[in-house]
C-alpha cells in the first residue's frame, strides 16, 4: 500500500491583520502592521513594561452568538470561527464522524478563564466560580468543541510546544491521515494570551519589545535594531484530506503537504542550542519526508520572532541545511506583521505559505531597517516573485520547551 | 427593597437568554427548565449563580433539584430575598 498524499483543500483564519485567512493574507501583502497600542485600563494599572501588542483585528465575542462565546475561551472563540472558515472553505465535505479527525493546538489554552474565575473566587467566593470554569480553561477545549462542532469523532487531539504547537499539531495532522485514522482532518492552532500576567513574565524574560511609541515597527526580525518579539493573538485552521478523498469529491486543492519534521533540543527549556541542531534536523527530516533536497526548496516562511538572539540562531541552522544557496532562497519574515501568534502562529503562517507558493510570490516582510548581517536572508519589504515553476516550501515553527517544527508545503 | 413576582421573572428571563439565547418571550412561570426549554445541568447551574448574583440570594445546591419550573424558581426567589 502506498502512503497517501495529503492535501490542503481549506483554510481559515482570525489573525492581527483580519478576521479571515483572505483579510490577513491582503493585510499582510499591503505591508500592514497589526501591533497597537493597549487599551485596557489594566496596562497603566499594573504599569507594565510593555503597552502594546498584535491584538486580532475582530474580536471573536462580536463574530460568534452569545450564547456559543460564552461557553468559549477567547482561545476557542478564535479556533472556532477559523476552523468554520476553513471547512466553508473546503466545500463543507460530507464526511463519516468516524472518518474525521481534529488535530487543534494551544501554547498555554485559557488564561484569561482561568485568571478571571481566580479573581472571582477571591473577591466573591467560591459560589461564584462559574460550572464551566475547568472545560473552558483546558489546553483540550478548543480540540474538543471543534469536534463537538463539526461531528469529529474520529479523535479530537491537542499538541502543546509553546509556539511550535501548531505547526506540530500539522505533521500531526499528516501522519494521522497517513496511518488511515481519518479522511479529513481540521488542523491548526490557537491563542490568546495577551493578558497582564504572560506581558510581565515575557517582558521579564526580555523577550519584548519595548518600542511603546512605535508599535506598529516594533517587529523588525533580522533588523539589526530588533529588540525583542510582540505578543499577537488568533488562530489558523486547515482542512487537511487524503488527495484520494479530495479529488472523489472533487475540492480544489490549494497545496500538498508533503513533509514534516518535528525534533526536541534537550539544551535549555527557553534558550535555543546555539548551534540550532534541532531546527536543522527538523528541517532535514520533513525534506526527508517529502522525498526532497535542499535545493528544492523556493521559499522559506522563517520562525523569526525579532529577537536578538533567535533569529541568526535560526539563520545558522537553516545555512547548515541549505549551505550558501539559503542566501539566495526568498524567505518571509511575516511575525513582522503580525506579532507571534504563540500556539496559532505556526498554522496561520502554514497558510502564508501556501498562498505564497500558491500565487508565487512571498510575502513582504515589513520594518526591515538596515539588515542585520548575521542575518542574511533574502527578505524584502515588498513581495519577492518566486517564479513559474513547481513550488517547494516551507514554515519553520520553534517553541520554550525546545521544541522544533517544521511542515513543508508544494504545489504538485 | 424586595422585587416583585414580575421583576425577578424579567430578571431570571435576562439570565436564560444570556445563557442559552432562548427568546425572554419563552421563559414563562410553567415552563419547565429541561423538558421544555432544554436547558442542561451546567446551563442551569451557571444561571443558579448568576441569579444568587443578581438577586441577592442563597440557592442551595440541595434546592436546585426542586426548581422544576421557571414558576418554581421566581417563587423561590421572591420569598427569599433578603
Known sequence: ?412 | MALSQEEVLAGLAELITDETGISADEVALEKSFTDDLDIDSISMMTIVVNAEEKFGVTIPDDEVKNLKTVGDAVTFITSNQS
Open chain 1, 1 to 412: 500500500m502506498t502512503t497517501p498524499r495529503i492535501v490542503v483543500t481549506g483554510i481559515g483564519a482570525s489573525s492581527p491583520l483580519g478576521g479571515t485567512a483572505p483579510e490577513s493574507w491582503s493585510g499582510l501583502l499591503a505591508g500592514e502592521s497589526g501591533a497597537r497600542s493597549l487599551e485596557h485600563e489594566w496596562v497603566a494599572k499594573y504599569e507594565l513594561p510593555v503597552t502594546f501588542a498584535a491584538e486580532a483585528k475582530v474580536r471573536p465575542e462580536e463574530v460568534l452568538a452569545r450564547p456559543v462565546a460564552k461557553r468559549l475561551d477567547p482561545a476557542s472563540q478564535f479556533a472556532m470561527i477559523a476552523a468554520m472558515e476553513a471547512w466553508e472553505d473546503a466545500g463543507a465535505p460530507d464526511v463519516e464522524p468516524d472518518r474525521l479527525g481534529v488535530d487543534f493546538a494551544t501554547g498555554i489554552g485559557g488564561v484569561w478563564t482561568l485568571l478571571d474565575a481566580w479573581d472571582t473566587l477571591r473577591e466573591k467566593g467560591p459560589r461564584r466560580v462559574m460550572p464551566m470554569t475547568v472545560p473552558m480553561l483546558m489546553p483540550n477545549a478548543a480540540a474538543g468543541n471543534l469536534s463537538l462542532h463539526f461531528g469529529a469523532r474520529a479523535f479530537a487531539r491537542t499538541v502543546a510546544s509553546a509556539c511550535a504547537s501548531s505547526t506540530e499539531s500539522i505533521v500531526n495532522a499528516v501522519e494521522h491521515l497517513q496511518d488511515g485514522l481519518a479522511d479529513i482532518v481540521i488542523a491548526g492552532g490557537t491563542e490568546s494570551a495577551i493578558h497582564p500576567i504572560t506581558i510581565a513574565s515575557f517582558a521579564s524574560m526580555q523577550a519584548l519589545s519595548r518600542r511603546n511609541d512605535d508599535p506598529a515597527t516594533a517587529s523588525r526580525p533580522c533588523s539589526v535594531d530588533r529588540d525583542g518579539f510582540v505578543m499577537g493573538e488568533g488562530a489558523g485552521a486547515l482542512i487537511l484530506e487524503t488527495e484520494e478523498h479530495a479529488k472523489a469529491r472533487g475540492a480544489k486543492i490549494y497545496a500538498y503537504v508533503v513533509g514534516g519534521g518535528v525534533t526536541a533540543d534537550s539544551y535549555h527549556i527557553t534558550a535555543n542550542d546555539p548551534e540550532g541542531r534541532g531546527a536543522a534536523r527538523a528541517v532535514r527530516l520533513a525534506l526527508d519526508m517529502a522525498g526532497a533536497s535542499p535545493d528544492d526548496v523556493t521559499h522559506i516562511n522563517a520562525h523569526a520572532t525579532s529577537t536578538p538572539v533567535g533569529d541568526p540562531n535560526e539563520y545558522q541552522a537553516l545555512r547548515a541545511v541549505f549551505g550558501a544557496r539559503i542566501d539566495e532562497i526568498p524567505v518571509s519574515a511575516t511575525k513582522a506583521s503580525t506579532g507571534h501568534l504563540l500556539g496559532g502562529t505556526g498554522a496561520l503562517e502554514a497558510i502564508f505559505t501556501i498562498l505564497a507558493i500558491g500565487q508565487r510570490q512571498a510575502p513582504p516582510t515589513i520594518n526591515l531597517t538596515t539588515q542585520d548581517p548575521e542575518v542574511p536572508f533574502r527578505i524584502s519589504g515588498s513581495p519577492q516573485d518566486l517564479g513559474a515553476g513547481d513550488q517547494l516550501a516551507i514554515s519553520n515553527s520553534f517553541g520554550f520547551g525546545g521544541h522544533n517544527a517544521v511542515v513543508a508545503f508544494a504545489t504538485a
